[in-house]
């Protein structure tokens, strides 16, 4: 599927953003561009969060195929990489408002894990937050978004292609609240 010129200059400003690079243990080594990052096959960080609506409905969003990884896949959280000069909770309510318009939300810490496959290495940190009014997509990033019942969306899962690091986050989140 192709890209719009809109989409494809916002991916070449996402890949030239400077990245917080870390070790295996999470200590900061330095910055690098987020491409540079993938290519390399260096360990960033990157924000989840799980946002509910008062009924208890996760919002599950589609990515655009201008997307560096899992282009066109469902992800049930909103996030993306922590750059070099911030830290995970403000990387969360950076990426909350840029690609689902939510702001001034009570964000709610929840763990840190690491997460490990080939074009994708990060220090994840997980976030909730709870939220009824209004979606804002960010059009070069989301192309549609919906609560459903967090059961419909780890069934579609199985289905439909959805993020693997964010279904990582979703199940760590479930797991601890067992």
């Not at 409905?57 to 589609?62: A, F, K, S, Y």
């Not at 549609?144 to 289905?159: C, G, I």
């Amino acid at each position: 599927m192709a890209i719009s010129t809109q989409e494809a200059a916002h991916r070449a400003a996402s890949d030239a953003e400077l990245i917080a690079w870390v070790d295996e243990n999470d200590k900061l080594l330095g910055a690098v561009p987020r491409a540079q990052l993938r290519e390399k096959g260096l360990i960033g960080r990157g924000t989840y969060i799980l946002l509910f609506n008062t009924s208890g409905e996760l919002c599950v969003h589609r990515r655009t195929e201008s997307k560096a990884i899992y282009p066109g896949y469902w992800d049930v959280a909103a996030g993306g990489m922590v750059q070099a000069d911030e830290s995970f909770a403000e990387s969360a309510a950076r990426e909350l408002e840029e690609e689902l318009g939510v702001a001034g939300v009570e964000l709610t810490a929840h763990e840190r894990f690491f997460f490990d496959q080939p074009g994708n290495r990060l220090w994840c940190a997980v976030f909730s937050a709870v939220w009824d009014g209004p979606l804002r997509l960010q059009p070069e990033e989301v192309s549609e978004a919906r609560f459903v019942p967090v059961e419909q969306a780890l069934a579609e899962s199985l289905q439909q292609p959805y993020c693997p690091d964010s279904l990582a986050a979703l199940q760590r989140y479930i797991d601890r609240r067992a």
